[in-house]
């Protein structure tokens, strides 16, 4: 092997990906515009809870289809003073042309392992979420601009809290979005951003 091939190998590499990639069809470039650089800001309910609706953040970098129904996700979770960028693989099946996010038992850095159904429509998100002993509903907006951002007061409560950071009567652990034992406390917000 010669010293230039490693060069080859490597300018090529952008254009294999970029040939490997599937097309899109209408509905599914659609659903890559409206969630690449999104921000989805909205609420949460606890199965079991008397609480109001607590706030949520997701911030999705960009999307990409992978192939047939599944898509990455470039999300940045920040928990507390951490913050990183993963690439999340999920199921997307579609309702003519509503398409919903699915995962079932997925291992999530940082937060524990979940299972959700969530539809996207238009500019609106709605669907249900679970952990290991504890779940509820999700619903929200899908925004752009920052200021566009900033979570409407009927939202949900104010403050900083997790997905159970404190126990719901006849819930699990209570800790929230994490089966690894964390709790939201002052600063531990889980934002899901990208």
Same mark, same amino acid.
């Not at 038992?105 to 002993?133: C, E, F, Q, S």
């Given at each position: 092997? %010669?010293?230039?091939?490693?060069?080859?190998?490597? $300018?090529?590499?952008?254009?294999?990906?970029?040939?490997?990639?599937?097309?899109? %069809?209408?509905?599914?470039?659609?659903?890559?515009?409206?969630?690449?650089?999104?921000?989805?800001?909205?609420?949460?309910?606890?199965?079991?809870?008397?609480?109001?609706?607590?706030?949520?953040?997701?911030?999705?970098?960009?999307?990409?289809?992978?192939?047939?129904?599944?898509? !990455?996700?470039?999300?940045?979770?920040?928990?507390?003073?951490? $913050?990183?960028?993963?690439?999340?693989?999920?199921?997307?099946?579609?309702?003519?042309?509503?398409?919903?996010?699915?995962?079932?038992?997925?291992?999530? *850095?940082?937060?524990?392992?979940?299972?959700? !159904?969530?539809?996207?429509?238009?500019?609106?998100?709605?669907?249900?979420?679970?952990?290991?002993?504890?779940?509820?509903?999700?619903?929200?907006?899908?925004?752009?601009?920052?200021?566009?951002?900033?979570?409407?007061?009927?939202?949900?409560?104010?403050? %900083?809290?997790?997905? +159970?950071?404190?126990?719901? *009567? +006849?819930? +699990? $652990?209570?800790?929230?979005?994490?089966?690894?034992?964390?709790?939201?406390?002052?600063?531990?917000?889980?934002?899901? !951003? +990208?």
């Amino acid at each position: 092997m %010669n010293l230039l091939t490693p060069l080859v190998v490597a $300018s090529l590499l952008p254009v294999l990906a970029q040939a490997q990639r599937p097309e899109l %069809n209408e509905r599914e470039a659609a659903f890559v515009k409206l969630m690449s650089g999104c921000k989805m800001v909205g609420s949460f309910t606890m199965r079991g809870s008397k609480r109001a609706p607590q706030q949520e953040s997701y911030t999705i970098a960009k999307i990409e289809k992978v192939r047939a129904d599944r898509w !990455r996700f470039f999300a940045k979770i920040e928990y507390g003073k951490t $913050s990183v960028t993963v690439p999340l693989v999920v199921q997307v099946e579609w309702a003519g042309d509503t398409p919903m996010i699915q995962v079932t038992g997925m291992k999530i *850095p940082m937060l524990g392992t979940y299972t959700a !159904r969530v539809l996207i429509y238009r500019n609106h998100y709605a669907g249900m979420w679970a952990g290991k002993d504890y779940g509820g509903h999700m619903f929200g907006m899908i925004v752009r601009d920052k200021a566009d951002a900033a979570v409407p007061k009927d939202a949900g409560q104010k403050g %900083n809290q997790e997905r +159970g950071d404190k126990k719901a *009567p +006849g819930q +699990g $652990s209570g800790q929230g979005k994490s089966d690894q034992g964390k709790s939201a406390g002052n600063g531990g917000k889980v934002v899901i !951003r +990208g």
